[in-house]
């Protein structure tokens, strides 16, 4: 049966060279992050109307300009730390958020230059969330005053304090390949479900 968690998963899965690092081998299993727990999940979508101004009139005619790229935004994603592996695999989410929010870059590094990856994000079933590709605009979490932390050893061999609960919020937003849609977008095959039964992320 297929997971229908919430996760943002790297497109490369498990195979992808990020995940070969020691800090981030929890996550390896599902290929990024598996939510533990149900996050607040809000999608927003806007069609954008600009109006024509017309001289002597009590009511604008508007003139369709776009639909913009709908936003995905995860609110209260839960992490707990009860155990020492689910210590290590919400220090692995924190730290893979911080790693695919950044550029590749430096005079030694092979791809310099290439931007953040895009993701696929899913949850809930194939007609609800299924291999969405997405970009993260912005993350953040808040290392709390009012709970317990534990100490935990990393599998690199860093010892670190984590709290035994901590909320993290992801804000997403669609970026669909440009030559998808151009070939093999339809609102007929939109409407009737027959772009979401291909699983490439319409939504």
Same mark, same amino acid.
């Given at each position: 049966?297929?997971?229908?968690?919430?996760?943002?998963?790297?497109?490369?899965?498990?195979?992808?060279?990020?995940?070969?690092?020691?800090?981030?081998?929890?996550?390896?299993?599902?290929?990024?992050?598996?939510?533990?727990?149900?996050?607040?999940?809000?999608?927003?979508?806007?069609?954008?109307?600009?109006?024509?101004?017309?001289?002597?009139?009590?009511?604008?005619?508007?003139?369709?300009?776009?639909?913009?790229?709908?936003?995905?935004?995860?609110?209260?994603?839960?992490?707990?730390?009860?155990?020492?592996?689910?210590?290590?695999?919400?220090?692995?989410?924190?730290?893979?958020?911080?790693?695919?929010?950044?550029?590749?870059?430096?005079?030694?590094?092979?791809?310099?230059?290439?931007?953040?990856?895009?993701?696929?994000?899913?949850?809930?079933?194939?007609?609800?969330?299924?291999?969405?590709?997405?970009?993260?605009?912005?993350?953040?979490?808040?290392?709390?005053?009012?709970?317990?932390? *534990? &100490? $935990?050893?990393?599998?690199?061999?860093?010892? @670190? !304090?984590? +709290? *035994? &609960? $901590?909320?993290?919020?992801?804000?997403?937003? @669609? !970026?669909? +390949?440009?030559?998808?849609?151009?070939?093999?977008?339809?609102?007929?095959?939109?409407?009737?479900?027959?772009?979401?039964?291909?699983?490439?992320?319409?939504?």
């Amino acid at each position: 049966m297929a997971d229908r968690r919430a996760s943002i998963l790297l497109k490369r899965g498990p195979a992808d060279p990020l995940l070969s690092g020691p800090l981030l081998e929890p996550l390896k299993k599902f290929g990024g992050v598996m939510f533990p727990y149900t996050p607040v999940i809000t999608y927003d979508v806007q069609a954008e109307w600009n109006p024509f101004n017309l001289t002597h009139t009590n009511y604008q005619p508007q003139i369709y300009a776009r639909t913009k790229n709908p936003s995905i935004n995860l609110n209260q994603c839960t992490f707990t730390a009860t155990t020492e592996e689910d210590a290590r695999y919400m220090f692995a989410a924190v730290h893979f958020f911080k790693t695919v929010t950044k550029m590749s870059f430096g005079v030694k590094d092979p791809n310099r230059g290439s931007p953040p990856p895009v993701l696929n994000f899913s949850g809930y079933g194939d007609a609800q969330f299924s291999n969405v590709p997405v970009i993260i605009t912005d993350f953040n979490f808040i290392l709390p005053n009012d709970v317990d932390y *534990i &100490k $935990v050893t990393l599998e690199n061999g860093s010892v @670190v !304090n984590v +709290p *035994i &609960k $901590v909320d993290i919020t992801v804000n997403l937003l @669609v !970026n669909m +390949p440009l030559n998808d849609i151009k070939n093999n977008f339809t609102l007929a095959d939109f409407a009737s479900g027959k772009l979401i039964a291909q699983k490439k992320g319409y939504i």
